[in-house]
């Protein structure tokens, strides 16, 4: 297809086309006379790209998505975007406080907060990749909204941040990491925080949690034990992960640091603690609630 004909197929305009062509997202054949040929594939990517276009996505985020085969940008991107919505909500609050008589004072302090967010979220992100970057980043945010107001929390937010800098990359065989991506494929940021809110309420209120899931605690235990578990690549996984957290610093660094920096994990660990107690005591050999 010539371009005007691409434009009625993608409801696109001829500028939007050649933008997204000079930006190196479609490449369409070059005929001798000059002109620009849009075979099929080049209409359906300018398709996606209109729609990445509308959600708010800029060019090289697109371009990163487009050059990702296995999803992980796509799904990197979403958490991002989400905890950007998070922190546009936390402003507008705060506009609201100003407009009827907030200091100044108090409300840059919450602005500090929303930084330093952001500034530990994109790291964790970048330290811990694919679904369990996403994991780990969505369940530490909701601890990293409060200001830091003493020296304690100023030196914990600078262990933190300097641990993740210098943290070494966790990697995963290729077959593994092909399972993890393909395993986690359908699990979105709605999924993730849901089950970061069935641990909140499991710890909240362990008696019942046990209660009511004594079928299915049972069953894992039983399966743990079997060779299907320790052959499978979730065990592999799991394996790589506890070495990686036990050399890397992250339970010597960056969790002792957590709990300084922010009263609210702090309380959230002591609570993790009582859960865990309880667990152990009904079922002995069930490994441990990780913060």
Same mark, same amino acid.
């Given at each position: 297809m010539l371009i005007n004909e691409v434009s009625k197929a993608t409801n696109l305009t001829k500028k939007a086309i050649e933008y997204y062509t000079n930006q190196g997202l479609v490449f369409p054949e070059i005929l001798e006379?000059?002109?620009?040929?849009f075979g099929d594939n080049d209409v359906e990517l300018l398709k996606k790209i209109s729609v990445f276009r509308k959600i708010g996505l800029g060019t090289d985020d697109i371009k990163a998505i487009l050059a990702d085969e296995k999803g992980n940008v796509l799904q990197k991107i979403s958490v991002q975007k989400e905890l950007r919505v998070q922190r546009e909500k936390t402003k507008?609050?705060?506009?609201?406080?100003?407009s009827i008589g907030k200091s100044f004072a108090e409300i840059e302090a919450v602005l500090n907060a929303i930084e330093q967010n952001q500034t530990v979220t994109d790291k964790l992100l970048e330290t811990f990749p694919g679904y369990y970057g996403r994991f780990i980043c969505l369940h530490f945010a909701r601890f990293l909204n409060e200001p830091i107001s003493t020296p304690q929390q100023q030196a914990a937010y600078k262990e933190i941040t300097e641990f993740l800098d210098e943290a070494p990359a966790l990697t995963f065989p290729k077959e593994l990491q092909d399972f993890l991506v393909e395993?986690?494929?359908?699990?979105?940021?709605?999924?993730?925080?849901e089950m970061n809110e069935q641990t909140k309420r499991?710890?909240?209120?362990?008696?019942?949690?046990?209660s009511e899931n004594k079928e299915m605690l049972t069953w894992y235990l039983e399966y743990k034990k079997s060779d299907e578990y320790k052959n499978s690549p979730a065990f592999k996984i799991q394996e790589i992960l506890k070495e990686f957290n036990n050399t890397s610093g992250y339970?010597?660094?960056? &969790?002792?640091?957590? @709990?300084? $920096? *922010?009263?609210?994990?702090?309380?959230?660990?002591?609570?993790?603690? &009582?859960?865990?107690? @309880?667990? $152990? *005591?009904?079922y002995p050999a069930i490994t441990k609630l990780n913060n």
């Open positions: 006379n000059g002109y620009k040929y507008q609050a705060i506009l609201d406080q100003l395993s986690t494929r359908h699990i979105s940021t709605e999924n993730i925080r499991s710890i909240e209120d362990p008696e019942q949690f046990l339970y010597d660094v960056f &969790i002792p640091e957590m @709990k300084k $920096l *922010s009263d609210s994990y702090a309380n959230y660990c002591q609570q993790l603690e &009582i859960a865990n107690e @309880k667990l $152990l *005591s009904e």
